[in-house]
DNA sequence: GCTACTCCGTTCGCTGCCGTACATACGGCG
DNA sequence: CGCCGTATGTACGGCAGCGAACGGAGTAGC
């Protein structure tokens, strides 16, 4: 019986059948609505969560400076990464931004079910280094490309996430996400939507041109997808 | 017998002396010299290296930019993370810049070792935790800090990597490690020398006020301070 | 000594983004 | 309907950093 399309997660899903069905007896299916704050900074990490529809955003704080969003979380990947890394608190904020479903466990369950499940570890290793990767070509992304194309590259990223080319989010969060001010989103979205590739209206955005939005995107999506892909095949 | 401080590289000093004897005598002492290359990216990683005295930085590459340092090690840590985390190929370009001596093992080697040493995986992973970490505030610091914080902050971290007060780095290589161009560093590096935080002449500069110098750097410098105490401790 | 080269200093016009402020459109609710 | 809160559009001065070019100063080699 396959799961619904929704409610997998690729982090999960990789894992053998016997192993998949033992992992799943420990989860919990949890909704998550746009705002809700799953970690604090610094603060210990309760649950770990394996988003299958829903998309999360971890966020740096930066003292004097809004808080900038470094990497965002979908169903390929899992929220709780120090756990795996022997550290009980979590260094940023995680915040959801897409609503949707996710499957969370315990901490106390994840590391008894990581110390033992050598094929999860496997998953959950490979994910930790496409992270750091993201995170990497991140900072250089925010150091040398522009508002548009980051702009671009952030809703592709979402759309990818989410599976939907439809999204909700305001230009001011946009900003947040960015780092940017809300004016800059603007002007940003505005030359995207003349060139047709996105429509929007009072906080849903809408993605009418996946192929042109990514030629509009700077490199880091179609680096960071490749390896995505490359890794989960 | 204690080992000279020049050649102690913290995770593997952190070990118990038994499996730190073990690790050791699959290690091979190396002089790393400026400008090796010791990862090329997307090549397979041939051995793992400790730094003990030495300084090695790590670049992304970026279409139609300069390559950007994103992150540094030194005897603070380790290179070949990837391999940890079930990869083997090196996602990013790593280059010697301080001088100095390092211990290195086979890729073969350390895989054995690390599967085999719950300890070293301990050491091992917490020090991915903090790259992870220092990845983030990377990526904040290069979208929100000015040249002159950030060029601050850089020399504060070359120093403690080293060890030393002098570094020797021309203000062209400091602009590729920043991502900014030359002119920019000598006018930040000016204002430093002026404000009596550093002097320099002809590649050889020399911090005169770690203090007066942290007070100018951004405060991620501080941050990521205080996480590699806390967890070295 | 002279030359070649590397490293550093300075200038100029330009642009992308900032901070701020204000104007407009849309939607829900009484 | 009119009101109000939220979302979006526009305008303006200011500045940090860019790209490019050139001048000077220390170092090495012949």
Redesign the interface.
């Known amino acids: 019986m396959p799961l619904a399309y929704q409610a997998v997660n690729s982090l999960l899903a990789a894992l053998p059948s016997n192993d998949y069905q033992h992992v799943l007896d420990r989860l919990e299916p949890v909704t998550l609505t746009f705002g809700e704050v799953l970690y604090q900074f610094g603060k210990p990490i309760q649950h770990v969560y394996f988003p299958t529809n829903s998309q999360v955003s971890?966020q740096?704080l930066?003292?004097?400076?809004q808080a900038?969003q470094?990497?965002m979380v979908g169903h390929e990947g899992m929220l709780g990464?120090?756990l795996?890394?022997?550290?009980g608190d979590s260094?940023?904020c995680a915040l959801v931004q897409g609503n949707g479903m996710a499957l969370r466990m315990t901490s106390a369950n994840f590391l008894n079910e990581f110390r033992l499940n050598v094929l999860l570890q496997?998953n959950v290793?490979?994910y930790?280094?496409e992270?750091?990767?993201e995170?990497?070509?991140?900072?250089?992304?925010?150091?040398?490309h522009h508002v548009e194309a980051r702009l671009a590259r952030w809703l592709l990223m979402m759309r990818d996430r989410v599976r939907s080319n439809q999204l909700h989010l305001t230009q001011d969060l946009l900003g947040h996400m960015l780092?940017v001010r809300r004016v800059g989103v603007t002007q940003a979205a505005g030359a995207l939507r003349q060139r047709k590739l996105i429509s929007y209206s009072r906080g849903e955005i809408i993605i009418l041109d996946g192929q042109g939005l990514e030629a509009a995107a700077c490199?880091?999506y179609r680096i960071n997808k490749r390896?995505d892909d490359s890794t989960s095949a």
Chains 1, 2 share one sequence.
Do not use: S
Request: one cysteine or more; aromatic letters at 2%.
């Open positions: 971890l740096t930066t003292e004097g400076h900038l470094v990497c990464i120090p795996a890394l022997g550290v260094p940023v496997r290793h490979r930790i280094h992270l750091m990767v995170l990497a070509q991140t900072a250089a992304c925010n150091r040398f780092g490199p880091c390896i």
